[in-house]
């Protein structure tokens, strides 16, 4: 009988300061895509967060069918939070065969978000969001995880786990260094 290891799907999140600024604005952006945390078939077999489509490792069709699956999410000096973001797939070129992979995934996560919804409320800013889509993709504890470098590596693989709670830390953080940088101060009744 041979035991069948569920992968370690978790949400990379990458904060980014926006070279796209116009008109006096200036934007940060949010990207969330699904990885799996993995040890890869070929080279050095690193432990790393591997791409749901990646060829170094092997992982079921239903995690294989998330290739292109993202969030995004965008902040300005205007606004005091995350605005903007939803689940979409990112495909560069939608032919039938695509977009027959990822309705049946869109179609499941909005159902299962939905009901999340209507059980606990609408999601009230990104990390709730985000948790929301955790919960509906079937993650569960730190289910995301971020890049960090070498002297931040305290789990050995470059990357670091976050649960809802850390990541709001995070990326709170994230969006008050931008400000910071760039001399934006946080809008009245921005949380």
Partial sequence: MTTVTRPDLRLHVHFEDSPYN??????AHVYVTPVVMARGKYGQQEYDAYGVDSYDI???AAVSALKGLRVKAQIDDHSGRFYGYRVHFDIEQLDLR???RVIPVLRRL???????ADRFGHPRDLTAFLAHLADAM???GKSFVR????EQDIEGHGHRSMDADALRYWLDGQAQDWRKRHGITE???AE
């Fill in 22 to 27: 116009s008109w006096g604005s200036r934007y």
């Fill in 58 to 60: 092997d992982v079921p």
């Fill in 98 to 100: 695509e977009a027959e």
């Fill in 110 to 116: 909005d159902k299962r978000m939905t009901a999340l």
């Fill in 138 to 140: 079937g993650l569960s």
């Fill in 147 to 150: 890049r960090v470098d070498a």
């Fill in 187 to 189: 809008p009245a009744g």
